[in-house]
């Protein structure tokens, strides 16, 4: 936390831009039409939340991406905090989360702020596996689709949210009506969550897919295509940490476990 002092006095070219257009958009000036960006409209609309409060400039720029960090270290504190563990595993963990941090790239703010979002995503589909519960359900699809307008990535993970769906309401449930009630229910939610931002923004779904999709089909690869990623995994000290993760833990118990299968 500390190294990340350096987006105080270090901007690249994307951490700028994004402070920049966030606070320019009007009736003249669409995001994704005149501005091309994979980006979803939640960050930006973020941006523009925030400067409305506190204006726009330098320093509220700093202020603006220290709330960006803050957010993610607040998610996993919470998430961290869910269970009373013991001081090692405990460790173990935040160094695991926060080892993304040594990536040392100063635009990593907008993953962070990905992440507060996906996090609590993944931790509350899980909960509702574990405990059954359609509420946790809910919330792990409120996130879900908060997540679509951030990263279009997020799709990737559509087949988790369908195989719980499966699992909740149709092993378990078995009531004809809730299955058909709840899809229902689920995409109204998806789709206001998607329809307010272009509301305010004024820009248009095609704009914005084929801006993402044009962007995936450039040449530029990240550090995972690349042999790059070797030299990230064992910098961040991901797997080592993964691995010591599973010693100190009650692994083999938690294999065995009825539905512990469907959980993994």
Same mark, same amino acid.
């Given at each position: ?20 257009? !966030? ?5 003249? %000036?669409?995001?994704?039409?005149? +501005? ?46 869910? /269970?009373?563990?013991?001081? /090692? ?43 059954? !519960? ?18 279009? +990535?997020?799709? #990737?993970?559509?087949?988790?949210? #369908? ?51 044009? %962007? ?9 295509? !690349? ?38």
């Amino acid at each position: 936390f500390i190294w990340f002092s350096k987006i105080f006095y270090i901007w690249d070219h994307d951490t700028g831009l994004w402070y920049l257009i !966030s606070n320019q958009f009007n009736d003249n %000036y669409t995001l994704y039409k005149n +501005e091309f960006d994979n980006k979803g409209p939640l960050f930006f609309l973020f941006i523009k939340f925030v400067s409305y409060i506190i204006g726009y400039g330098v320093y509220q720029a700093y202020f603006f991406y220290s709330l960006c960090i803050f957010s993610f270290l607040l998610v996993l504190l919470y998430l961290i905090n869910q /269970k009373k563990l013991d001081y /090692k595993i405990y460790w173990i963990l935040l160094l695991s989360f926060t080892s993304i941090f040594l990536i040392k790239k100063p635009h990593i703010v907008f993953i962070l702020f990905y992440y507060s979002f996906f996090l609590l995503f993944i931790h509350f589909l899980l909960k509702s596996v574990i405990l059954n !519960s359609k509420n946790y359900f809910i919330l792990a699809f409120i996130f879900f689709s908060l997540c679509s307008i951030i990263l279009i +990535e997020i799709y #990737l993970y559509s087949p988790l949210i #369908l195989l719980t769906f499966i699992y909740l309401f149709i092993f378990k449930e078995k009531k004809i009506d809730k299955i058909i009630l709840y899809p229902i229910l689920f995409l109204f939610v998806f789709g206001l969550i998607n329809y307010l931002p272009k509301l305010y923004f004024g820009y248009s779904f095609k704009d914005f897919y084929t801006a993402t999709i044009l %962007y995936q089909a450039s040449s530029s690869k990240g550090p995972v295509m !690349s042999i790059n990623f070797i030299y990230f995994l064992i910098l961040t000290l991901i797997l080592p940490l993964f691995l010591k993760a599973i010693y100190f833990s009650n692994f083999k118990n938690f294999i065995i476990k009825r539905f512990d299968y469907f959980i993994i």
